[in-house]
């Protein structure tokens, strides 16, 4: 949406009887926006002042009021497409998931393509992908492609191979085993390709909406010319600035720093591949995969010099660089070359520059230090912890529990100063930002928690200050109006350490209370979405 005063950001509306999440007053119950601005935060017997001179109070009705959520990490061609089509993240088996597929094919008979995402063998009590010759069966023949839900491997029908040439020689090509790697991408480019037009916006108009109804405000879209294609990123950035909605702020994963640019990206950054998952075997490690017999390590896309020209290009452009690094040997090379860009620079350029990487799992003491050393931010999502994490987990299975214990050290990262943004990877795991600082309160490794008012933080002020910006995601006077209304039950403060809790929720600590979030509750509901003033979501019958 255009960041430009509009008519009806002129409206000045007086929010009140309900508890507003403010560092300007810990105790506010009331705020006034302006011009599309918070103007005042405040008590209810101050508000009484407003009450005349506003076009509109809005009663809370004991309602709380918080800043918007930034996702900061999203595919949202990908997550409208999951919205409007195939999801196979609910099949509890290959059979489950084949009658899905074959449902979606009967009831989609023009489309040119079938696209699908979300299926997790390793969750399956088959413990396998559904085959290629299984594939052409249930798509009676058509194109179609089936993404993991880590969307580094996918399975594909013949059909769609025969529209790529050449991709049974490319890297990642076995006959019988998921695509993964360069023939992984070349499919994914002509699977995107035959998508039209009208499929691929009202795609962007599902997710949009999705995330405005779940109290987002501001999306991090992560395209690429391996993720997604070049009309697809300026189309979504295009609808954003038209139509009411989550504002998307732009990156684009490419070497080619120019192309970046020219396309309206704020970064040559986002998933450009440092390595890829953990689940397809495929992020790369200093030692090999605990559960193959091959010593297999995964896959280095980009080494240590590449990242350095990368970072200083960037730079000196004055565009963020970001890498996607999961695996502990990405990670080192992440760290190696952007130290090297700051030997060429120096220190405060690289630091001044705010560059990210996206999931940063597996982390070492050395790599934390690296990071609060050269100002990189952590672009991090909780939910993999709670989908994947714990000793019975994927990423036990993958690589043991002792170095799965170590995924995701959240607590670590803040102790060093690390500044961290969460999101969700949508449609790896789902738009659910209260869900998402849960799981970074109550990661299933204890060592690894946060507080709750932590993990909100990096929900929202942190994505802001992912993008540079330092003036917005809490609601004190002059702050952008990106805030949401919620319906939930008593307001604490959830610490790790009970110590801490306790201080906290003493009146004299001026701590604000956040939504209890212990696994098992509900969440809180979105009633109302508000993007620099102008109402994007409102729950009906409310």
């Known amino acids: 949406m255009d960041e430009s005063l509009s008519k009806t950001e002129h409206r000045t509306v007086l929010l009140r009887g309900g508890e507003v999440h403010s560092p300007a007053d810990p105790f506010a119950t009331a705020m006034v926006v302006e011009r599309g601005h918070v103007a005042w935060v405040g008590s209810e017997g101050a508000a009484d002042a407003f009450a005349s001179g506003v076009d509109e109070v809005i009663d809370l009705e004991g309602a709380l009021v918080t800043p918007a959520f930034v996702d900061a990490h999203v595919h949202t061609t990908a997550t409208g497409l999951a919205l409007t089509g195939l999801d196979l993240s ?57 993404t993991r839900i880590d969307v580094h491997s996918a399975v594909v029908t013949t059909a769609l191979l025969d529209l790529v040439p050449g991709v049974r020689a490319l890297t990642g090509f076995r006959a019988d085993e998921p695509l993964t790697g360069d023939a992984h991408h070349a499919v994914r480019a002509a699977a995107y390709a035959a998508v039209s037009s009208g499929q691929r916006t009202e795609a962007q108009r599902a997710a949009r909406a999705r995330a405005a109804s779940l109290g987002i405000g501001t999306l991090h879209e992560c395209g690429g010319p391996e993720i997604s294609s070049e009309d697809d990123f300026t189309g979504l950035l295009d609808l954003a600035r038209a139509e009411p909605g989550p504002r998307v702020v732009g990156y684009w994963a490419d070497l080619d720093i120019e192309r970046a640019r020219a396309i309206g990206a704020v970064g040559a950054a986002g998933d450009l591949f440092a390595d890829g998952s953990l689940g397809s075997h495929t992020a790369c490690l200093h030692d090999p995969y605990a559960d193959l017999a091959d010593a297999r390590t995964g896959v280095a896309h980009l080494d240590a010099a590449t990242i350095a020209a990368h970072v200083v290009a960037c730079t000196e452009a004055g565009l963020q660089a970001g890498f996607h690094a999961i695996g502990d040997a990405a990670l080192t090379a992440v760290v190696d070359g952007v130290r090297a860009a700051s030997e060429k620079l120096g220190l405060g350029r690289i630091r001044a520059a705010r560059h990210r990487v996206e999931h940063a799992e597996m982390l070492t003491p050395e790599t934390i230090a690296a990071f609060a050393e050269l100002g990189l931010t952590a672009s991090v999502q909780p939910a993999f912890d709670a989908a994947w994490g714990g000793e019975r987990g994927m990423y036990a299975e993958r690589l043991g529990a002792e170095r799965a214990r170590t ?38 490794t204890p060592e690894h928690r946060i507080s709750v008012r932590a993990a909100f933080t990096a929900h929202t002020r942190g994505g802001w200050r992912a993008v540079g910006r330092d003036d917005a995601g809490t609601l004190v006077p002059g702050a952008p109006a990106d805030y949401a209304v919620w319906r939930t039950g008593e307001l604490v403060v959830q610490a790790p350490d009970d110590r801490v809790a306790r201080w906290s929720t003493d009146p004299r600590s001026g701590t604000p209370g956040l939504p209890d979030l212990t696994p098992g509750g509900e969440l809180p509901v979105c009633l109302r979405t508000v993007v620099l003033g102008h109402t994007v979501f409102e729950r009906p019958n409310e």
């Open 407 to 444: 995924l995701n050290p959240y607590a670590a990262l803040l102790r060093s100063g690390v500044p961290l943004a969460f999101g969700s990877d949508s449609p790896v795991t789902p738009l659910d930002p209260w869900g998402t600082v849960r799981a970074a309160a109550f990661h299933r």
């Open 90 to 146: 609910a099949a509890a088996s290959l059979a489950e998931a084949a009658e899905m597929i074959r449902a979606h094919a009967a009831a989609r008979p023009h489309d040119r393509i079938l696209i699908g995402h979300g299926w997790d063998a390793a969750r399956w009590p088959e413990r396998r992908a559904p085959r290629r010759e299984e594939l052409d069966e249930l798509a009676g023949g058509r194109p179609l492609y089936l």
